[in-house]
């Protein structure tokens, strides 16, 4: 329809949309529950903004990711299209005025974490709302059989007989076919309704080296691959050890993780963006809302834990379509640390609940309370105080989150905040019996607008240098002006957050599910495995294997990645390769063959090319030779 290429013209300034956009937006503008598979990447939040701005009423946006919630609202109020958010790093009062100026306002976009669906400030305002869309961003996480399940998100369901005239657009990046079902039976879809852009990245070089001296090889890759790159690492320690090693070597460098402060983390964000640091060293920390489209090779020095977390990590890489290097560096100690991994993410039952009481007694929560408080939380200062394994306590956590009791989120980086809570003729009453502050109330009237109807971002340090006053005379005076209740004003906080969702309980009523556990942990176990097939697999094409994985059957060979290579220097077809390949491994696989009857055994191909595939399996390993000459398969 013409109505949306204009608004795409208007808002963004492209004249047509990429992809499998327009097709979405026309599916949910015709009122069709609508599940969207679009690769990072791939434009998702166009999907649901442009329909939702065509028509009359406001788009609901749930996602679990706050920074990326809040970037995306600073996005759209730039374009002059009125948003607001509203999450667990609000206070209680600001919440209520967001959902009011949502609920009378001309708002279009109202971003909030699924927590927040089932608080009754939520569901008071909602009847008041005229919501033409809701749009469930990571809806991957509503099924139990996805990598990042959140039972907040099973909460979504129940907006379904609150509007049940209102359509549901899910957006994933990362799916298997059987979370692909789960999604649209927990959504309630009324019809299945899937549009799926391919993840085939043909821009994108997969490979795999099997190396001792991972970081040697790291090295030749950054001086033999040109231009920017990230590198992943599984430990805060690893990102400075590692980027000292390239910065010795003369590469400009630098690390990053979550356990730095939030300037410190910003001003290495943006020396990266802007090309003053050409490799950035870090773990998974880095990559939310990270958009540079230039990056020229993406390295992965430790094995991920999922195809989905590597397939998304690694398609950072070449957003700008041109070639770009996904490498994965992976040798026989992996295993070793595979093992200790699988240990230490899932903690024993008797750990967990000594977790759960030691977290309760932390944070000063007694039985039979908490439920829906929030709390500011250090996990470092956590541990310390009741003698924790970190990394045992951090995955108890997740598991208490995982069954429902508990959220936890990343740090935040919630700003000063304030809004005049008088009206103006008020305000002007107290302006003369306060002389001293009136010049200062001045300036902020002056310089942030909106301050009478909702809460506004403030810089104390922008205000002192505009003001001429030292920072804690400003400091000062918002804090004066608050306790006189003429503005409420919140100052600066970081730290991740503890929300309780249920109330305390004790050792006998804190139930943790036994299948529940064992399902998780086989799951888990099943996508490592899968990720260790990935790295030692050395006869299906790398971009095909991570394709299969994600249900695409029909994917062809990429030609570039290391095992195609390989293959390349046969001069012979994929589908004549795979053929040889699965009648030579049928018959070696029933017993020892010698070479005359394992060539004869080939039927329909010259016995030159099965010979030649039969070297190149000795080459690789998938054969081999015992002293009397006999072939079998290696089933290691």
Known sequence: MEIFKKILLQYWGYSSFRSIQEEVIQSVYSGRDTLALMPTGGGKSITFQVPALAREGICLVITPLIALMKDQVENLKKKDIRAAAIHSGMTRHEQDITLDNCAYGDYKFLYLSPERLDTELFKARLQKFKVNLIAIDEAHCIS????????????????????????????????TPQVVDDIQEKLGFKEKRVIKMSFERKNLVYLVRNVEDKNKHLLKIVQNIPGTGV?????????????????????????????LSTEVRNMKQDAWQNDRIRVIVSTNAFGMGIDKPEVRFVVHMDLPDSPEAYFQEAGRGGRDGK?????????DSDRVKIEKRIASTFPEVTEIKRCYQALCSFLGVPLGAGKGEVYDFNIMDFASAFKLNYVQAYNSLKFLETEGYIELTDELDNPSRIMVTVDKKELYRFQIANAELDHFIKILLRNFSGLFSDYVRIDEGYIAKISGLPLSTVTENLIKLSRSKTINYIPRKKTPLIIFTE?????????????????????????????????????????????????????????KCDVCTSRNELNMSKYQFDQILDQLKAKLTQQEVGLEELIDSVKKHPSEKTVAVIRWLLDNDKIIKNESGMLSWNIK
């Open 144 to 175: 139990q059989w996805g990598y990042d399940f959140r039972p907040s998100y099973l909460k979504i369901a129940e907006l379904r007989e609150l509007l049940p005239d209102t359509p549901f657009l899910a957006v994933t990046a990362t799916a």
């Open 231 to 259: 590198v992943y690492v599984r430990n805060r320690l690893k990102t400075k050890e590692i980027a000292v090693m390239l910065q010795k070597s003369g590469v400009a460098a630098d690390f990053y993780h979550a356990g």
């Open 323 to 331: 070639l770009a290097y996904a490498i994965l560096l992976y040798n």
């Open 503 to 559: 109330e305390r309980l004790d050792d006998k009523n804190l139930y943790i599910s036994p299948s529940n556990y064992k399902n998780r942990k086989e799951r888990y176990l099943n996508r490592i495995e899968a990720m260790l097939s990935y790295a030692t697999g050395t006869t299906k094409c790398r971009s095909q294997s991570l394709l299969e994985y994600f249900g695409e059957q029909d994917a062809y060979r990429c030609g």
